[in-house]
């Protein structure tokens, strides 16, 4: 019975792309209305009378990426809102519409909009932080560079500023309403190991009238790292014991958090069962050897393994998978000129040799073939056997 062993070496259990989440503005009560956020109103430059502003509500509701922007629910955001009109959802006072009765009589009342303005979060500490990523969800409408929002970063804690991204408008497919979209982009190595950083968004628009609703909202900002990974396998292997155990070795290179270890196994490398739990390290800079044997394996069949790793918070992740195949054994004799040759794809079968009363004359290994001298026998029948206990094969010849 000749079993193929697939070995994995290098495993780790997480990929590289995986994050963590260090900071978060939801700007709906987990981040609590702007509860990391600072400064909602900072004027950059010269302002119109009637500037837009920013402001935190539902009246521009934080949606799916991919839905359309919507009035008033329950998912605050982050948006522009008139000065004159209030807070009306992501939709800003473009200036004097020509036609406008009011602004024909009042031109006071919705002239000179001219915005430039920073909403900017509180400090944030990096300390210990490496490799780190700006995520959120917004929709962006107006006029070309004319109305544009501008997404800012302050190393310092909001004395200096520098352009981070330059926004894309978000698509136009439900008009006059954006789409909301997800953004993510790398901070600079700058942004990291420091107490006081901050992340702005800064709306400036003209006031030609010229614009589409609506033009500046966001939502479910993160800072991410990529995770640490948990668990680091030098080597995941899975060897025959005995006839019908199977013997699981693996060794770590390091353990981050690691509580346990659930072997699994499966006959089909899909469904997977729980056949042994063993304890983790929790945490290790070393290497550690683990190993358990499952038993009384079903015969003539083809198993897969793998590693469940569970952290102490409850996390899990899964190594990739093992596979012992058995196969059906195949032995060739062949007797020609007193010199009996034998070949087996089982590197566990034996020869074992029986004169006709049923005395045992000979006893070797195969070692996948075997070449023996027969003219050292007497001349008669002899019984010749090959295989294992449990698998073999019989034949009469005569030396």
């Not at 790793?309 to 020609?336: A, E, K, L």
Request: charged share 15%; hydrophobic share 35%.
């Amino acid at each position: 019975m000749k079993f193929f062993l697939i070995i994995l070496t290098f495993l780790t259990f997480l990929t590289s792309n995986a994050q963590v989440t260090i900071w978060s503005e939801d700007f709906d009560g987990n981040g609590g209305s702007g509860s990391n956020w600072g400064a909602l109103n900072q004027n950059i430059g010269g302002q119109g009378a009637n500037a837009n502003l920013w402001y935190i509500s539902c009246q521009e509701n934080g949606e799916t990426v991919g839905n359309c922007g919507l009035g008033c629910g329950t998912n605050q955001t982050l948006h522009l809102g008139s000065t004159t009109l209030g807070d009306i959802g992501a939709a800003y006072d473009v200036g004097c519409m020509p036609g406008c009765l009011v602004c024909d009589f009042f031109p006071a009342f919705c002239s000179n909009t001219t915005t430039n303005k920073r909403s900017q979060s509180q400090n944030i500490n990096t300390i210990g932080q490496t490799t780190l990523t700006l995520n959120f969800n917004y929709i962006e409408r107006g006029e070309g560079v004319n109305d544009d929002a501008i997404v800012e970063y302050s190393i310092d804690g909001g004395a200096t500023w520098l352009t981070l991204i330059n926004t894309a408008k978000t698509p136009l497919v439900c008009n006059p309403q954006g789409q909301w979209t997800a953004f993510s982009i790398v901070l600079p190595v700058t942004t990291e190991n420091i107490t006081n950083l901050r992340i702005a968004y800064r709306w400036q628009n003209n006031t030609d009238a010229v614009g589409n609703d609506p033009t500046f909202a966001v939502n479910d900002i993160t800072i991410t790292k990529p995770s640490v990974l948990p668990i680091t396998l030098l080597s995941f292997k899975a060897t025959i014991k005995n006839d019908n155990n199977i013997l699981l070795e693996w060794v770590t290179e390091s353990e981050i958090n690691n509580n346990f270890f659930i072997i699994e196994r499966s006959k089909n490398a899909i469904d997977f069962s729980t056949i042994i739990t063993i304890d983790g390290a929790g945490n290790s800079n070393t290497s550690i050897y683990y190993s358990e044997t499952d038993v009384n394996i079903p015969k003539n069949s083809n198993l897969y393994y793998r590693l469940k790793q569970i952290d102490f918070d409850g996390r899990f992740s899964y190594s990739d998978i093992i596979s012992i195949q058995s196969n059906t054994p195949n032995y060739n004799i062949i007797y020609v000129n007193h010199s009996l040759s034998i070949t087996s794809n089982n590197d566990r079968a034996k020869i074992e040799i029986y004169n006709i009363i049923g005395e045992n004359v000979y006893s070797n290994n195969v070692n996948n073939s075997k070449h023996i001298n027969t003219s050292s026998f007497n001349a008669g029948i002899y019984i010749v056997k090959i295989g294992t206990s449990d698998n073999f094969i019989v034949r009469k010849i005569k030396f």
